[in-house]
């Protein structure tokens, strides 16, 4: 059974920081690709970064683009998001989710139909 389960998420003031944790268990994932997406009330859930477990690559939404890094930590199986530079539109709630597909163009990891296991989410709220 597939875990994923988020943390690191709060409140803080524009500009500030926050690192998202995202703990990973009940299989191996060295043949997956990572991601973390955001929703916000109202709005679709969108896609914010990615990584694959084996190799490294990361691949980034615009909007957070030279803000927010994604990286992971083998020997713990966990995956971080560290947001940087954090703007009141950065307010959602982040979603860790895991994608067993290997596709070569990472674009394909922006889309959430290619995922196959969610975290239950975690709340960032930034405010003025």
Known sequence: QVQL????????QTG???????AAGGRTFSS????????APG???EF????RWSGGDTYYGDSVKGRFTISRDNAKITVYLQMNSLKLE???VYYCAA??????SGINYFDRYRYDYWGQG???TVSA
Not at 5 to 11: D, K, T
Not at 48 to 51: D, F, K, L, R, S
Request: charged content about 20%; some cysteine; aromatic content about 14%.
């Open 43 to 45: 709005k679709e859930r």
């Open 90 to 92: 950065d307010t959602a």
């Open 16 to 22: 500030g920081s926050l690192r998202l944790s995202c």
């Open 32 to 39: 997956y690709t990572m991601g973390w997406f955001r929703q």
């Open 122 to 124: 975690t709340q960032v």
């Open 5 to 12: 389960v988020e943390s690191g998420g709060g409140l803080v």
């Open 99 to 104: 994608s067993s597909r290997f596709y070569y």
């Open 48 to 51: 914010v970064a990615a990584i």
